[in-house]
């Protein structure tokens, strides 16, 4: 499983939801409309979190971050 550090930009958000449409295991829409990490749990990790991502994971990372029309995310491998 590759480790991936996924990065949010919370000054770049501009609540597009993208990525939690496609990954809602993975990101979710806080309470100030700003793009949040969450953990392999489910728990929001806040604007930067590392993972162990599974194959499927980091496929849908990479989704996310293509998808983000502000640009916000970005993933370090």
Known sequence: ?????????PTL??????CSGIAPD???INEEGIAEV?????APQGYECTLDATEVEAVLIDEAVES??????????
């Open 1 to 9: 499983m590759p480790k991936l550090t996924v990065r949010i930009d």
């Open 38 to 42: 969450k953990d392999r749990s489910g």
């Open 68 to 77: 983000c029309p502000a640009r916000a995310i970005s993933v370090e491998r």
């Open 13 to 18: 958000c501009i609540t597009a939801a993208n």
């Open 26 to 28: 993975l990101f979710h």
